[in-house]
C-alpha cells in the first residue's frame, strides 16, 4: 500500500478526549475513529489488524473443531424472556422496537440464539459433541464505556457455543478449548494469566478468565508469583497471616465511652489499637431472608460475591434506614450483647479466630466493648471463609506472598451445563432411547478488546510498537528526499517486496524526514526499512526493526532473504 493512497492517515495531535493509550495511540495513527462513546470505526489499517487476530482466531477455532456461522444481532425479545435475561441483563440490552408493536435486542450475547438454532439439528447421541462459533459484533448498553477498545458500547467478539452427551465430554473438550485459547493469546505475543472466576451467580463451578496485565486493566487479579496461580480478586483464596498473639491472654470484657469517627482507621486510632483488632460487623440485605451481618478482621474487607455463594442468595449492603428500622445502631453494630429485639444472625470469616481482646461497637451510639473474645462474648452462626485477598496473603498452594495486579480481560470460557438447553428444551436421544439434556459451554474472546490490549502492552513514547503476527503490514519503507534515485529505487523496492508475498507500505509522500519517520515510528510496523542517496551510495537500506534501538545497513542484495526470515521468525 501507498501510503498517499491510504485512507487514514496520522495526525500531529492526539484527540483531546482519549482517555487511554490505545485510543489515543490507534487514533493519532489513523487506525481507529471514534463515532461515539464506545463507538468505533474500524480504518483499513485498524481493520487490517483486526483481520489478523480474527485468522488466528479461527485458525485455533477450527483447530479444535469449531464450525464457523453466523447469526443474527438482532433478537426478538421472546427468546430473552425464555431465559429471564430480558429481567437479569436489562441495564445493558439495547432495545428497539420493529414495525408494529415487536420488540427486540441487539444482542450482547448469543446463547439465546444458538440453544434453539441447536433444537433445529440436534437430536441423537450421533449429532454430539458439536461446535460452533461466530466472529460478530455485540452490543452492551455499558454504563461507562472507556478505554478505548477496552470497553465499547459496539464491540467486536468470538463466541463459541459447544453441546455435549455428558459432562465429561464437556470437560474435555473445555480444556482443548483452554489451549486454544493460550495458542491464541501466544500468537498475539500477550502473556495471559489464566484466572479461575466465579461460574456466574452461586455456581460452583469455575469459569475461566484470560487476562493481560496493564495499569489500565479494570479487574483486580491476585496471583502468585511462584506457582503461577492467578484468581479473580471477587473469589480469590489466600491465607491470612495470623497476628502472634499466642503469649496474649483474654482480658476482662469493658465497656467505654467513646468519640469516635465510623471507619476503621478513626476506630483503631480512638482505642490506640492496630486495625487488626478491631472486630468489624458489614451487614447485608439479603433477597428474601432480610439483614444478615458478617465479622471480619477490622484490616480486612468482605468478599461480596464470596458471601452471595455461601448463602447462594443475591445481596446488597444494607442501607442507613434498614439498619435504624431494625434498631441497630450505624458504626456501633456487633454481635456482642446485642439486645434481645434484634433478629439478626451473623457469620464469621475465619480471621477473627486467632485474635483476642478486639474493640468493637456496643450496639449503642458512642458506646464501644473492649476487650472483646470469640466464644466467651460473642458468638456466630458459622465460620467461613469471606475475605477479600489482598497483597500480603499467603499463596493457599505454596504459602508464597500474593500480589494484586491490574489486567484486562481478553476472553472468558464457561461450562453452562444443563442451564440453556433446560430452558430451550435441547435434549437428545441417548443410546438407550433416553431423552437427556444437552451440556454446554460458552467460550468468548473480546476481538476489538485484544487488538486495544496489544497497544496498551506494546508502545512506547513514540508510538505502538505491533507484534510481528497482528501487525497492519509486515515492512515499512521510507524514502527520505525527492531525488528520482531514491523514489524510483523506494518504488521498485516496494514491488519487490510485494511480489515475494511480503506486505509492505510505502511511505511516499514528499514529507519532511522528520514527519515520515515520526509516523513510522507512530504507526509501529514491526520493520523499518530506509531508502536514501546516503543508503544509495552504499547499494543498500537502513534496516531498523521497531522493537530495538539497532540500526544497521542492509545490501539490496542480502534484503530479500534477511526480509524472509524476519517475517518467518
Ligand atoms: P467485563 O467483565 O469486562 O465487562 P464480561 O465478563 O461481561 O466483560 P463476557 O460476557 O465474558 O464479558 O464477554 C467475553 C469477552 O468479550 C470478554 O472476555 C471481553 O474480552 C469481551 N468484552 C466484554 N465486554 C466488552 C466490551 N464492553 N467492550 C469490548 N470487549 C468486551
Ligand atoms: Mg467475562
Redesign the pocket.
Known sequence: MLYSDLFGKTRHNPPCDADSINAKLLTQAGFIEKLAA?IYNLLPLGYRVFNKINKIIEEEMNAVGGQRLLMPALHPIDIWKVTGRDRTMDDILYRTHASGDKEFVFGP?HEETVTPLACKYIQSYKDLPLSVYQIQT?F?D?PR?KSG?????E?G?K?MYSFHVSEEDLDEYYEEVKQAYLNVYERCDLKTHVIEASGGPFSDKFSH?FSVETPIG??TVIVCEKCGTAQNLEIAEGKVVDPDEKEEKELPLEEVDVERGFSVEDNAKAHNVPEYKILKSVVYNVEDEGLVGVVIRGDLNVSVVKLENYLKKRLRSASPEELEKMGLVQGYISPVNIPKNIKISFIGDHSIKNVKNFVTGANAHAKDYKNVNLARDFVVKDFTDLVEVKSGFECAKCDKPLKEIQAV????IFKLGTKYSEAFELNYTDKDGKAKLVVMGCY???N???MGTIVEVYHDEKGMIWPLGVAPYHVHIVSLGNDKSVTDKSMKLYEDLKDSGVEALYDDRDESPGVKLNDADLIGIPLRLIVSKRTLENDSVEWKERSSDKVSDVKFADLAGKVKKFINK
Request: net charge negative.
Open positions: 464506545g450475547s455485540k452492551r455499558e464505556a477498545l477496552l470497553r465499547g458500547r464491540f467478539m463466541d478468565e479494570e479487574d480481560e481478553v476472553g472468558n468468548g474472546i473480546g476489538t478488546r485484544l
